[in-house]
């Protein structure tokens, strides 16, 4: 059974980069089918996608914050990771990561769904 | 950017009673790209369908999901204690650029 789990600091102080990894177990990371996502959501709101990636490093951000997101994959460790620069109060969230499924469509690839779901993690931005 | 929005905000219902969901986009969500989840609390979100309409593995009967276009549904036939959470949608016709609706609270009655 697939599980992912994040780790990182809880707390970080506004300006710095927020740092965070999520362990793929019970599965590949290198598998065909799949890009691997983060998605946060700030306490008591809806989710939001801050971006995605392949195993071969290929990588999608949301546009609104493409400025600031960097992730990377490391397949030795069945790992993916995720940096947030510049973090001010409003990048407090529970960061979850999540697998996503590629569809191929008429020989077009979308990627689409995400599961499963890491537990999700809680940082916060304060001084 | 595709903006789904959900309505009602929250659902007040009693256990045994039928629940219905909706999802609307702000443009067509090609090929059905459309997903729900069920979130409770302290818990990640969990899969319940995908494509609009095709459940994910381990997912009940009674959640049923239908719609095309910009109107979606989510049906949960017979509502059981676990099911009063909150359910999102997601589309992912805009694909790579995903979008989630701000959430339906089912609560109990």
């Known amino acids: 059974q697939l599980q992912l789990q994040e780790s990182g600091p809880g707390l970080v102080k506004p300006s710095e980069t927020l740092s965070l990894t999520c362990t793929v177990s019970g599965g590949s990371i290198s598998s065909s089918s799949y890009y691997w996502g983060w998605i946060r959501q700030p306490p008591g709101k809806g989710l939001e996608w801050i971006g995605s990636?392949?195993?071969?490093?290929?990588?999608y951000y949301n546009p609104s914050l493409k400025s600031r997101v960097t992730i990377s994959v490391d397949t030795s460790k069945n790992q993916f990771s995720l940096k947030l620069s510049s973090v001010t109060a409003a990048d407090t969230a529970v960061y979850y990561c999540a697998r996503q499924t590629m569809i191929t469509f008429g020989g077009v690839i979308v990627l689409g769904w995400f599961d499963p779901w890491g537990q999700g993690t809680l940082v916060t931005v304060s001084s | 950017e595709i903006v789904l929005t959900q309505s009602p905000g929250t659902l007040s219902l009693s256990p045994g009673e039928r629940a219905t969901l909706s999802c609307r986009a702000s443009q067509s969500v090609s090929s059905s790209y459309l997903a729900w989840y069920q979130q409770k609390p302290g818990q990640a979100p969990r899969l319940l369908i995908y494509g609009a309409s095709s459940r994910a593995t381990g997912i009940p009967d009674r959640f049923s999901g239908s719609g095309s276009g910009t109107d979606f549904t989510l049906t949960i036939s017979r509502l059981e204690p676990e099911d009063f959470a909150v359910y999102y949608c997601?589309?992912?016709?805009?694909?790579?650029?995903?979008?989630f609706g701000p959430g339906t609270k089912v609560d109990i009655k």
């Open positions: 990636i392949y195993y071969s490093g290929s990588t």
């Open positions: 997601q589309q992912y016709g805009s694909s790579p650029v995903f979008t």
